[in-house]
């Protein structure tokens, strides 16, 4: 070999090296092996075109526990800790990331030309940053293609398939908000029905605030003058709620309410009102008979960033004085189409919303047990299946005549684990099923873990107004505001007495459901191609159909801790 080739051998070995090495120095941290059915995937995205990045650290995972531990005690009604929640400044100095990591992170950022200040968000579990598509996909060595709903072609997002971050940060960060998870828009998203038969158009047939407050007994039940209780609803994907259509909402179906409206919007609203923001606002506001509400509005478009994350981050922010007591939330996707560090995150935020005394209900889904693409598994949706909230499942019929709806999401998680304030009524619901030869086959579900949903309500025939007019829907979306009305009266007759607010239910409702929930024993939800679970005679006070039953709040009063 002469010295001309030893030179290029040389070099060569030398980039070779090279590349190598720079292969090496990074690390993907996620990747979607196929994007979200829903959207269609169109041009790269402007290298001008802002973001908003959510930096996820590393978990905690010893402060993640004692959370946990903090959350039972405060939540159990048998515990000498019940009611002693925790500030949101204590929840801050709990699950923070370090200052080094602060620190790591925000001068990587700067030394890649990305301007600050850089904020933390989600009680310092994460770092929101600013910053133009071209910086994007630089540091996480990507491109940023526009995706556009499929059904929805005003929601479009810019979103990568799949991205990496450098060696260096690798136990830093978990994974980075607003760059491959597509949020769901169909998940207990509000259905239009066929109109409800009407006697002379009377409007007043179908559910109504009035007839959902005859059903979960609380006619009489109206909210306290200075209490400080507050309720919220959060909606998302481009929808917020009208306000002339509130208004003509209570003049229709609860006059009571005309004239008032939510004290309070927080975030940004969509381009056009929604069916399910309204279906929202409408009910909560009716059902409670005017309890002080909040609504938080998140667009998510575009530069808007994950929009899940940013109204976490919204109550992470809210003082515990503001902070409603109870939230209801239509939203969800499937578990399997989600990363599960983003779950733990969004599962850390639950644990401290119900540490702060919130109440957090979700609605439980509309597909039933729902199934994969391929047909061998039940595919249960998201948040519904967190241990840290209250998911809400469907009924139809009328009080002494309930049935599980067979929309109704329910079964087990594929990825939490039972916790022990829904074991024993779970057992009994399996033995009960297995011996009546009711169960569908092992092989769809695992039924070790989180079973849901926890309670019913009324989920067909809603009269809801949107541009004006009156329409029916239906969903589960229907039942979690009005469940979480009852659960907002409860907590004007715990605070007008300045006793806590009931923070996170499970453990309360387990307990007592025998005492105050009405059971729900007959009809099935859909599975895979054929029925999915059933609610059964004897069963025991639960069912992944509809939970423990639909709320008598008449009863619950006489059993609040």
């Excluded at 699950?95 to 600050?116: F, P």
Aim: aromatic share 12%; charged share 20%; net charge negative.
């Amino acid at each position: 070999m002469n010295l001309r080739q030893s030179f290029t051998f040389g070099v060569f070995l030398l980039l070779a090296c090279t590349i190598a090495f720079t292969k090496a120095s990074r690390i993907e941290l996620e990747s979607k092996a196929k994007t979200s059915t829903e959207y269609t995937k169109l041009e790269r995205a402007p290298a001008t075109a802002p973001l908003e990045l959510s930096f996820a650290f590393t978990m905690p995972e010893k402060a993640i526990k004692a959370l946990q531990r903090t959350l039972l005690e405060v939540s159990d009604p048998l515990s000498k800790q019940y009611g002693q929640y925790l500030t949101v400044d204590q929840v801050t100095k709990l699950l923070s990331a370090s200052s080094s990591k602060v620190e790591q992170l925000s001068n990587y950022l700067t030394n890649q030309g990305v301007k600050g200040p850089f904020e933390l968000g989600l009680h310092g579990m994460v770092m929101n940053v600013a910053m133009s598509v071209e910086q994007a996909e630089t540091i996480l060595g990507t491109q940023f293609y526009e995706y556009c709903h499929s059904s929805y072609d005003r929601y479009c997002l810019y979103r990568a398939e799949r991205y990496s971050v450098e060696t260096s940060l690798a136990n830093t960060i978990d994974f980075i908000g607003g760059v491959v998870h597509f949020p769901s828009l169909e998940y207990a998203r509000a259905k239009k029905t066929s109109e409800p038969q009407s006697v002379d158009g009377n409007w007043q047939i179908g559910w109504t605030p009035r007839a959902l407050r005859d059903l979960f007994n609380m006619s009489n039940a109206s909210p306290k003058k200075g209490s400080g209780n507050r309720q919220g609803v959060a909606s998302f994907l481009g929808q917020y709620y009208d306000e002339p259509d509130l208004q003509e909402f209570f003049t229709l179906f609860y006059q009571g309410g005309i004239g008032h409206s939510p004290s309070k919007v927080i975030g940004d609203q969509g381009i056009l009102p929604g069916v399910e923001a309204n279906l929202d606002v409408q009910y909560i506001m009716g059902t409670s008979d005017l309890v002080d509400t909040w609504v938080y509005s998140n667009a998510g478009l575009h530069e808007g960033q994950e929009p899940f994350l940013k109204w976490l981050d919204l109550l992470s922010k809210t003082s515990d004085t503001d902070i409603p007591k109870t939230i209801s939330v239509s939203y969800g996707d499937d578990e399997t189409s989600i990363d599960n560090k983003y779950m733990m995150l969004c599962n850390a935020q639950f644990m401290a919303l119900g540490s702060r005394g919130v109440s957090v209900m979700f609605a439980s889904g509309d597909s039933g047990a729902s199934c994969t693409q391929s047909g061998d598994r039940f595919l249960p949706g998201w948040p519904a299946t967190s241990q840290w909230v209250t998911a809400v499942g469907g009924t139809v019929g009328e009080a002494g005549s309930l049935e599980g709806d067979y929309i109704s999401g329910g079964g087990f998680s594929e990825v939490f684990p039972r916790e022990k304030y829904q074991e024993e009524a779970v057992a009994e619901y399996l033995k009960v099923a297995k011996a009546a030869g009711a169960l569908p086959s092992a092989s769809l579900f695992n039924a070790s873990n989180r079973a849901f949903p926890d309670v019913g309500s009324p989920s067909e025939d809603f009269w809801v107004v949107s541009y004006l007019l009156p329409s029916p829907v239906a969903g589960t979306s229907a039942a979690c505001p009005s469940f979480t009305s009852v659960i907002s009266l409860l907590n004007e007759v715990q605070m007008s007495k300045g006793k806590p607010s009931l923070g996170f239910l499970n453990p309360w409702l387990y307990k007592n459901a025998h005492n105050f929930m009405q059971p729900v024993n007959e009809g099935c939800n859909a599975g895979c191609g054929q029925k999915g679970f059933c609610a059964l005679k004897g069963q025991g006070t639960w069912s992944p159909v509809s939970g423990l039953g639909v709320p008598d709040f008449g009863k619950m009063v006489n059993y609040l801790p």
